[in-house]
C-alpha cells in the first residue's frame, strides 16, 4: 500500500504534522522506533492519581502554536512552577544560598545589569528568521556567550553566574554556546532578561504534556501509527519514495516527512537528497543530558521558604517542581559523564544527595524516582539543540527548509528547540506539504 506521506518520528513533531495531514485529507502513515508514542515527553502515574512528567513539561505565553494545540485538543493550561511560593537557590561547592549567591557582591549585580542590557539589545538586533543577514553575524557566531561577557568587561562572578544558568537549562555551556544563537533564541521570545522563566517557561498542560502527544494518537488511530519500526534508510524521487525499516520492510509514499532528532537522523540513509540539506542537517548537535524525578508525599522545600527551583554546579544542574511535591531535575552536558561514570545503583542516591544538600534530609525519602539518560537513548541521542561557536553559519539559511518531497520539522528544526519548536515545524511542514500536493 503506497501513502501520501510517511512520517518519521511520532514525538510532538511528528505527530502534530501527521494530525493536520490526516485533517487535510492525506493518507498518512507515522513510523516510530520506540514502542510509544511521545518520544521526549512521556509521563507515569503515581498510586495517588498525580502524574510525573518524565520528559518536556513546560511552555511560555509566546509559544503560540504549542498553545493553539493545547487549546484544539481541549487540554487545560496552568501557571508552572514559577508561581510556587519562596525563593530560588543558588549551590555552588562552597555554599548553597537562597535567594541570591552569597559570593556576588554589589559590583557584580551592577556589573550583571550591564551586561543583561546590553544582551537584550544585541537581540533586538537579530532577525530569529534570518539570523545570517545580520552584518555582524560571523563574529556574533563564532564568539561564545562567556567570551563576550568578558570582553564587555562582566565581572568574573558575572560570568560564573551566567554559566550557572546554562548547568541550569543544560543546553551547553557558556563557555561553547554562539553569542549569534543565543541572540537568535532571545529575538524569538523577547523580554527584559537573558532567560526569563516566565516567559519560557510559565505555562503546563494542567492534564500532564504527554497528554498532548496521547491525545493526538489517539485522534490519528492505530491504524496511522507503527511503533517498533526503526528507519534505517529513506530514497527520495519525484516520482516516489520509499522507507526501509529495521526489518527489511520497505514502505512507500509520494512524499516523506523526517521528524527525528539530529541525532538520530544521522543513522539513516537518504539517498535522493542534495548534498547540502543534508550536511546542514548533519552538523546540527544536541546537548547530552539527562532528567531526574523525584516524588514526594508533599512539598517539603516550603518548609524553609524555598521554591523547588534552583540553580547548580554539581551534577544536578537545576530543579524545579513540576507538580505538588513532585521535583525534576537536569543533568547538563558538562555533567553527563560523570553521571555515566557512577556506578547504576549509586546514581539515584547520589542525585538525592544532592537535592537534601538543597532543601534537606526528606529529599533522600522519596516514594518514587525516575532517571532518563537522553543523551545515550538511540532514538533521542540528545536533548535539545546546542548551538557552539560557528554552527549557526555552519548550518546556514537551509535551517528548517525542505526538499520536497522530504521535509523536515522537530524542535531542532526551531530556533532554540523546545515543545514549541516541535509543535511549530510539525504544523508549518503540514501545511506545506498539503500546499504541494
Not at 502513515?29 to 508514542?37: F, G, I, N, Y
Not at 539527562?290 to 508525599?297: H, L, M, V
Request: aromatic share 6%; with cysteine; charged share 20%.
Amino acid at each position: 500500500m503506497r501513502n501520501d506521506v510517511i512520517v518519521l518520528g511520532a514525538g510532538l513533531a511528528g505527530l502534530s504534522c501527521a494530525r493536520d495531514l490526516r485533517n487535510g485529507g492525506a493518507d498518512v502513515l507515522v513510523v516510530e522506533a520506540r514502542e510509544r508514542v511521545g518520544g521526549r515527553v512521556e509521563q507515569t502515574e503515581l498510586p495517588d492519581g498525580r502524574l510525573v512528567q518524565l520528559g518536556g513539561e513546560v511552555v511560555g505565553r509566546a509559544h503560540t502554536a504549542y498553545l493553539a494545540l493545547v487549546a484544539e485538543l481541549g487540554l487545560t493550561l496552568v501557571p508552572s512552577y514559577v508561581a510556587e511560593p519562596g525563593e530560588i537557590v543558588y549551590a555552588t561547592p562552597e555554599s548553597v544560598d537562597a535567594g541570591a549567591p552569597g559570593w556576588f557582591g554589589a559590583a557584580d549585580e551592577a556589573s550583571d545589569r550591564r551586561a543583561t542590557a546590553e544582551f537584550v539589545a544585541l537581540a533586538r538586533t537579530v532577525d530569529p528568521a534570518d539570523p545570517w543577514s545580520h552584518p555582524e553575524a560571523e563574529r556574533l557566531d563564532r564568539l561564545s556567550v562567556a567570551d563576550w561577557l568578558r570582553s564587555i568587561g562582566a565581572t568574573p562572578n558575572v560570568v560564573r553566574k551566567w554559566e550557572l544558568g546554562y548547568l541550569g537549562l543544560s543546553g551547553g555551556s557558556a563557555e561553547r554556546n554562539s553569542l549569534l544563537a543565543e541572540a537568535r533564541k532571545s529575538a524569538v521570545v523577547p523580554s527584559q532578561g537573558h532567560y526569563d522563566y516566565e516567559d519560557w517557561e510559565g505555562l503546563r498542560v494542567a492534564e500532564g504534556s504527554a497528554t498532548v502527544a496521547l491525545r493526538m494518537a489517539a485522534e490519528l488511530g492505530p491504524a496511522r501509527i507503527r511503533t517498533g519500526a526503526p528507519v534505517v534508510a529513506v530514497g527520495v524521487s519525484p516520482d516516489g519514495c520509499t522507507v526501509r525499516l529495521a526489518s527489511g520492510e520497505v514502505l512507500t509514499a509520494d512524499a516523506v516527512v523526517s521528524a527525528l532528532p539530529a541525532g538520530p537522523l544521522r543513522s539513516v540513509e537518504i539517498s535522493g537528497v542534495s548534498d547540502a540539506r543534508l550536511e546542514s542537517l548533519h552538523c546540527q548537535r544536541h546537548a547530552l543530558a539527562a532528567k531526574f524525578t523525584a516524588a514526594y508525599d508533599r512539598p517539603f522545600w516550603r518548609d524553609a521558604g524555598r521554591n523547588g527551583l534552583s540553580e547548580s554546579e554539581g551534577v544536578l544542574g537545576s530543579t524545579w517542581p513540576q507538580n505538588e511535591g513532585v521535583l525534576s531535575a537536569l543533568v547538563p552536558p558538562e555533567r553527563y559523564a560523570v553521571l555515566l561514570g557512577t556506578p547504576p545503583h549509586l546514581r539515584v542516591p547520589e542525585a538525592l544527595a544532592e537535592i537534601a544538600r538543597l532543601y534537606g534530609p526528606e529529599a533522600e525519602r522519596p516514594i518514587a524516582t525516575h532517571l532518563r539518560l537522553w543523551g545515550t537513548d538511540p532514538w533521542t541521542q540528545g536533548y535539545i539543540t546546542q548551538w557552539a561557536p560557528g554552527d549557526v553559519l555552519a548550518v546556514g539559511p537551509l535551517h528548517g527548509t525542505h526538499e520536497p518531497p522530504f521535509y523536515v520539522c522537530g524542535s531542532d528544526q526551531w530556533v532554540a528547540g523546545y515543545m514549541e519548536g516541535a509543535i511549530r515545524t510539525g504544523r508549518a511542514t503540514a501545511r506545506e506539504a498539503l500546499t504541494r500536493g
